[in-house]
């Protein structure tokens, strides 16, 4: 067999389930050849099945998120970039980020916050054990990274998740390749506030990062860190007022009521496995931590992007917000539990529809 594919690739390219995959071997719909414990398809029958094998359905839309296209039959989508595409004020695009990008229109997001596979760290989900290399990996990223730089505004900021838990050197390279492709703008430092991955040989890691890229060297990006002011406590705001070289009492007290600048060392906890806004995503972020980013780096009825989209954290911090969004997401069941999460957000959003 040349050019063979496991299910979990099959899966990938045709953007299903394993279990749909093994599913449409067993009908006979897929041929495929056992070998071991491995089930292997020829990459011409998957590409060919892309093609043939798919029903285009309409676009259901409820709670205000419309999602794209799922092929109720065979639990399939079809995403299409044969035009660009105008986005609604909520929307969930089912499908593989880079068919889905290339049909969004250009210069349109204020902000795109990317949570992507992180490379082989969660290594029971498929999503994140698809490439074969961290090079391959890190043509997948330019090739997303491209097409987000593409449709975000000229003052508008990319945030980009990852981390160095189990010694992926790949993040250190992903965040040099794209210093050179976009404009290193900063690195937030999200501490989660407990540890995670034992380790005995080091320290154990306790934080992730977030790469924020601009457009250009001379972009001014919309930014406004008043909007995430913290509050001081009590004691703090006493005890500065004690001081004899503020003459201005009255001045010094409405300051220090504003609150302090937030630092871009971000210090929330990670949801913990029995959180009540755990919803059944491993790496659900938690979604202060996004409201945090969307409040400074957008206004409202702002457009916000995120390209993996998972249990819907970005939507609902949008929503919440009264931002638009679109996110796109490649599971099914993924898009599910956010339908469902969205659909208890009661969003009053403050900005006309046009
Ligand atoms: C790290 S998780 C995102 C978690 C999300 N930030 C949250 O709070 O739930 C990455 C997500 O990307 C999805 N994914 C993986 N490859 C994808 C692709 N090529 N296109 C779109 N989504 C993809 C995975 O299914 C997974 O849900």
Redesign the pocket.
């Known amino acids: 067999m040349e050019n063979v594919l496991t299910t979990g690739a099959a899966a990938l390219i045709l953007g299903v389930s394993q279990a749909r995959i093994r599913k449409l071997i067993k009908e006979g719909r897929l041929p495929s050849e056992k070998r071991g414990r491995d089930l292997l398809l020829q990459e011409t029958d998957v590409q060919v099945f892309a093609k043939h094998g798919r029903k285009k359905i309409g676009r259901p839309t409820d709670n205000g998120c419309s999602c794209a296209m799922v092929a109720e039959d065979e639990g399939m989508y079809q995403t299409s970039n044969e035009s660009i595409q105008t986005i609604g004020n909520g929307e969930i695009r089912l499908g593989?980020?880079?068919n889905v990008l290339p049909s969004l229109p250009s210069n349109q997001f204020q902000m795109i916050i990317a949570?992507?596979?992180y490379f082989q760290v969660l290594l029971e989900e498929q999503?994140d054990n698809t490439w074969h290399s961290s090079d391959e990996y890190l043509n997948w990223t330019l090739d997303w990274v491209r097409e987000c730089k593409r449709v975000l505004k000229q003052d508008g900021l990319l945030y980009i998740f990852g981390q160095l838990g189990k010694r992926e050197h790949v993040w250190l390279h992903t965040c040099s390749m794209l210093a050179k492709e976009m404009q290193f703008h900063d690195m937030i430092i999200w501490d989660r506030a407990v540890g995670y991955n034992e380790r005995y040989d080091s320290f154990t890691p306790q934080y992730e990062m977030i790469l924020v890229l601009r457009q250009t060297a001379n972009a001014k990006p919309y930014f406004d860190k008043d909007a995430v002011r913290l509050p001081y406590d009590e004691d703090k705001i006493q005890s500065y007022l004690r001081d004899k070289r503020y003459k201005d009492k009255d001045a010094r007290e409405r300051h220090l009521r504003k609150g302090k600048y937030a630092t871009n060392i971000v210090r929330i906890p990670s949801l913990k496995g029995s959180s009540k806004e755990k919803i059944g995503?491993p790496?659900?972020?938690p979604i202060t931590l996004i409201n945090q980013l969307i409040s400074a780096s957008t206004r409202k009825g702002d457009y916000v992007l995120d390209?993996?989209?998972?249990?819907?954290?970005?939507a609902a911090a949008a929503q919440e917000l009264g931002r638009r969004w679109l996110g796109?997401?490649?599971?099914p069941d993924?898009v599910k539990i956010t339908r469902k999460r969205l659909s208890d957000i009661i969003a009053i959003p403050e900005f006309s529809l046009d």
């Not at 390209?307 to 970005?314: H, K, V, Y």
Request: zero cysteines; proline letters at 12%.
């Open positions: 593989d980020a880079l949570d992507p596979p999503w995503h790496s659900q972020k390209p993996f989209l998972g249990s819907g954290t970005t796109i997401e490649s599971h993924y």
